[in-house]
């Protein structure tokens, strides 16, 4: 007895230490803390700044190139007459400078502005992905613990009823088998129970990985499960889609790149002018071994050339990469329809869905509100003895169902709408 007084007391401070121990949590901060420390995010935004550094005039071979040279040689000369050697130092300093090649050099450079505004485009989507990812994680976990609540409470009240049902029977108005039905449902809530908070830990564990956090962090989630949704016009909903949806735009992008690679083959049917300038110089020296004297010389010179190339037939591989090109082109031209025809139409459906969540919503509000009201009135009747305890479980259980029935209504609803947001291109200013 005398350890239990003192391991109570203890648990009580441990347990204490670790409620003290959980962070308040909003979804906005949920949200945030994704987007800092998400791994895929990483990886992209890396990605990005690879793009942001090839996009520069020097990647497009317009701008020229400056090389030096030096060299340098050594030569022993033996004849019959006299041995020498010659020493020759040459430095020289060369412009190479192709300042047209049929407009490729322009077209290169719009094609890595449009390549840099996809990689932000593949940034953009990861980022709203991540955001409905934790949208609907964090209010999956407010789901589960409101059902954690609604077990309890159920619980409690099951508790109670099997209580009375005890004392019932001790005082004999009650049988048996009406204590051991009760008792039944009571351990039966009390399982749900702790299944239920098993189901919300793990629930709390998945947005742990969603923020890429540790698994064993704990939160108090300060924002509520709660809804207050507009009322969508669906001709509003396909305007936003057509303009903001950012794989609508990937897309387009890449049609465009596209073109762009029809226009770089066909800037091959161009001639080529390149300008080719340098200086340089030279130091010979020759050393003899016997009477003739030692000689030196320097001499520099300087040099530029123009250079034009043009080429006449290749086996027609130009025109074939021009027709290949095209193809592509055109290929790219269909991708576009086929998923602005999907998106579209997953629009419908999620317009249509939201509509009914909607509704649906509304019905469970009322289900709830009525199934309460009942479950009240029946524990008055069950005290009084109008009803039995089998039919009080009864109202119970349909109290119970209702009660989960509308969080997972409001559940619903949220991830609908977030469905929305996120094909339509709002969700970024909608969480930002």
Known sequence: MKRIKYIIPLLILLISASVQAKQDLTLSDAITRALENNYDLQITRKSEQIAAINNHWGNTGLLPSVNFNLNGRETFNLNENENYRSQTVSPDVSLNWVFFNGYSAKITKQKFEEMEQQ???NTVILVESTI???IVAYNACLLQKQMVDVYKELAVLSEDRYRRTEDSKNIGASTSYEMLQAKTSWLEDESNYLQQKVNFENSIRNLNYNMAVEDDAQWNLVSPLEVNMPDYQLED???????????LKNQYLNQSLLAKETALAKSNFYPTLSLNTGVGSSWLDNYYSKSTPNYSQKSADAYIGLS???NIFNGGITRRSIQIAQINEESAQVQTNQMTHSLNNQLLQMYSNFNVQKALLELANETESTAKLNL????DKLKS???NSFNYRDVQIIYMNAAIARFQAIYNLISSNTDLLRI???IISEYE
């Open 424 to 426: 339509t291109g709002g």
């Open 132 to 134: 409905q990812n934790i």
């Open 237 to 247: 909903l396909s305007a936003k889609l057509m303009s903001n949806n950012q794989t």
């Open 385 to 387: 003895g109008v009803i």
């Open 119 to 121: 990689s932000q485009g």
């Open 308 to 310: 034009l190339s043009f």
């Open 376 to 379: 009240d009135l029946s524990a």
